[in-house]
């Protein structure tokens, strides 16, 4: 309710409230190259639209009478309790969005108790990130390169500065068709931004005839060689095994037969996840991946959802269909563009709220009622 009440005294530097808004004054903030670097996805951006979209197939069936006066966010995930459901995504290059880049949103994050999952492809080293959270909780999302001592190397300095758990993104091996970015010739890789974690890298540096500072085109043509590795199978997650003791979960998990190599290769947790539509232009949706994946795990391990969370109701709707919790991805960005630190906060608590709202609304006191009955399938979806 305070929500409401704070209308008897409106502040007049109030920031957006919905997705839609805050993308609207993102676009005024950014030029075209970081706003359609954050906005776009893949190919005709069917994947990224559908994301969306069919989570209109889904329609909650709200129960009354229930009391729900208290009501309860919290989750527990790999031993770890969290106020809500809700991560924040990996997200690469996040200086050129705003200029607190990284550091701004894993602040943020910190002071509401939200893990942030901190990016290889991060502008900020991962140490920096970590310095700036404290021990707030924070993950590490690894891009496994194709040099494999930089792989291990990554996760032991994610180990070593405070990360609890690493995310292996397999969906991207190499960049996606982007027409977006194609159109704006704009990569920000290629400018030398979201390479944090590599031009401070141990065994990334040894492979330089230079430093990055006195050759930093060398260093950056070196970084387009070893980020991806389109050679990895699942034998391969023996070596990260190796080098961690930390949960390690697989982002980018879509067939149910993945799901059970992830259990089969002894992975501690998996993330649904077409990384926002900006890999395969006509993948299945995240929201239609996720029932047949989370029906093969049958919550041997955890199963983590993103892509296409905007509103509280989302997450209701990917909790009964098998998440334990979601991750958000473009809106914390658009929170980022706006207002640095203070956007990424707001977009994350009004989520929070939303959801509290929303869960008490169809008579539930905690997230961790939330299941298969809270829906029906929608007649005619649109
Ligand atoms: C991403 N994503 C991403 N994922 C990842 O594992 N490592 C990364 O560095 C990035 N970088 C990145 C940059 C930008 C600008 C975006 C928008 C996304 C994907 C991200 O973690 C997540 O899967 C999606 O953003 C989720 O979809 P929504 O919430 O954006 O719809």
Redesign the pocket.
Known sequence: FNIYKDMRNPDPNRLPVSYEDWEKEARKKLEDGPFY??KGGAGGERTMEA?VSNFNRWQIVPRMLNNVDERDLSINLFDQTFPSPILH?????QSVIHDEGEIGSAKACAELGIPYIA???ATIPMEKIAEAMGDAPRWF?L?WSRDPEIAGSFVKRAEASGYSAI?V?LD?PMMAWREDDLRNVYLPFLIGEGVGNYFTDPAFLAKLDQSPQKDPEAAIMHWTKVFGNTGLTWGDLAFLREHTNLPILL?GILHPEDAELAIEYGVDGIIV?N??G?QVDGAISAIDALPQVSEVIQDRIPVLM????RRGSDIIKAMALGAKAV?????A?YGLAVAGKRGVKEVLQNLSADLDITLGLIGKRSVNQIDRSVLVEAKNPK
């Open positions: 670097y954050v994301n995504a990996p997200i690469g290059t990016s290889s492809a999302q891009y995310v993104t991207t982002k996840s990384h926002g900006r993103d892509s296409g969370i991750l958000v991805g473009r809106p960005m």
